[in-house]
């Protein structure tokens, strides 16, 4: 605003001023006017140029007043908004809606035609809510970039991180995959000028999309030899004594790595999340005892829960835990059976 200002004067006084120049044919005349009234200067005809130029001085020096006040400033911040940059990547079928400001939140709406109810959009907030609660899935976005995976249900689920000063989330709510939903948030953020870190999520959540053929039914001995290496792995990996620092792994995506053909990666990340200390010195195991284990030499039940699901339950008694209930969920992914879920009743707590 100050530049315009000051436009503004300058186009001013050249206006008023305009092709005035004071030449010697006009000092002589000015000179044998002065003479014909005795050495009296008639101001006459210099009063309406005086008074002009009085009025611009008064208006320039009020302009100036304001630009130094600070005037210009109030405007510039109520128009100053976040960078709600439009993604690069919008899946088929949908389309640009509208973009809503208010003075909490930015929004970008997009929505499949054929659906309404089936939309998703980019969203940059100052309030936080309930977003900084825990429980999210962790996703790496770039380097130094976390981000914070929530799924609601089937037709609901969100990513959100925490730049410039906003809370930014990509919802959708409607059928879109967690691949698309990852892949918009990815473009998003290389249109922002991060180094990406998503390949590997987006790549991977690709591969569960593909059609495989039915995994067949599942026998007791194959879900028992599933339990038996998921013991092995757990207590294969070398924790330093006293530091509690896991050996040879530094990262906690490479840690439930070690599970990902007998086990989902959603289930290792709620078995494991809660044990893992990811830092800049590497991961480290809490101290504490692993999870109970299933025993082979134990009786135990197994059956279908449905045509998609498989139970195994095992009964428990010991000094450690006590009487405990274990139940194991068993269901395909990626066209192999693995586990996905796992709980332990102790008959009390409901856990």
């Keep these: 605003m100050e530049k315009k200002l000051n436009q503004l004067k300058s186009e001013m006084l050249k206006g008023e001023l305009a092709g005035f120049k004071f030449t010697p044919d006009m000092k002589r005349d000015v000179m044998k006017k002065m003479d014909t009234h005795g050495g009296r200067f008639n101001l006459g005809?210099?009063?309406?140029?005086?008074?002009?130029l009085a009025?611009?001085?008064?208006?320039?020096?009020?302009?100036?007043?304001?630009i130094r006040s600070g005037y210009n400033e109030g405007p510039a911040e109520l128009l100053k908004q976040p960078e709600l940059v439009a993604p690069s990547y919008v899946p088929e079928p949908y389309e640009f809606k509208h973009t809503k400001v208010s003075d909490e939140s930015y929004t970008h709406f997009y929505v499949n035609p054929a659906d309404p109810t089936d939309q998703f959009s980019y969203r940059m907030q100052k309030a936080g809510g309930d977003l900084d609660n825990p429980s999210f899935d962790p996703v790496g976005l770039a380097p130094g970039l976390d981000g914070h995976y929530s799924y609601l249900g089937e037709?609901?689920?969100?990513?959100?991180?925490?730049?410039?000063?906003?809370?930014?989330?990509?919802?959708?709510?409607?059928?879109?995959?967690?691949?698309?939903?990852l892949k918009v948030t990815d473009s998003i953020?290389?249109?922002?000028?991060?180094?990406?870190?998503?390949?590997?999520?987006?790549?991977?959540?690709?591969?569960?999309?593909?059609?495989?053929?039915?995994?067949?039914k599942l026998t007791?001995?194959?879900?028992?030899?599933?339990?038996?290496?998921?013991?092995?792995?757990?207590?294969?990996?070398?924790?330093?004594?006293?530091?509690?620092r896991v050996k040879d792994i530094e990262t906690k995506e490479d840690y439930y790595a070690l599970y990902s053909k007998i086990m989902t990666r959603q289930q290792a990340f709620v078995l494991f999340e809660p044990l893992l200390e990811e830092t800049s010195e590497g991961l480290f195991f809490a101290a504490t005892e692993y999870p109970p284990f299933f025993e082979e030499a134990e009786p135990f039940e197994f059956h279908m829960s449905n045509d998609k699901e498989y139970t195994l339950v095992q009964e428990q008694n010991s000094e450690l835990h006590g009487k405990i209930k274990l139940i194991f969920g068993f269901a395909e992914d990626i066209g192999k059976w693995k586990i996905n879920y796992f709980r332990v009743d102790d008959g009390s707590s409901g856990k």
Excluded at 55 to 66: D, K, M, W
Excluded at 156 to 181: C, F, N, P, R
Excluded at 189 to 216: F, H, M, S, W
Excluded at 220 to 232: F, G, K, P, T
Aim: proline share 3%; charged share 25%; no cysteine.
């Design 45 to 52: 005809r210099l009063v309406p140029l005086t008074l002009s």
């Design 55 to 66: 009025f611009v001085a008064i208006f320039l020096v009020g302009i100036g007043t304001l």
């Design 155 to 181: 037709n609901h689920s969100y990513l959100w991180w925490k730049a410039e000063g906003y809370y930014q989330i990509v919802e959708q709510t409607g059928l879109m995959s967690k691949a698309d939903l």
């Design 189 to 216: 953020l290389q249109e922002k000028g991060y180094e990406t870190l998503l390949a590997d999520d987006i790549e991977r959540e690709l591969a569960q999309q593909v059609e495989y053929p039915p995994a067949g």
């Design 220 to 244: 007791r001995e194959d879900a028992v030899e599933m339990l038996i290496q998921y013991e092995m792995i757990t207590r294969s990996v070398e924790i330093e004594e006293g530091t509690q």
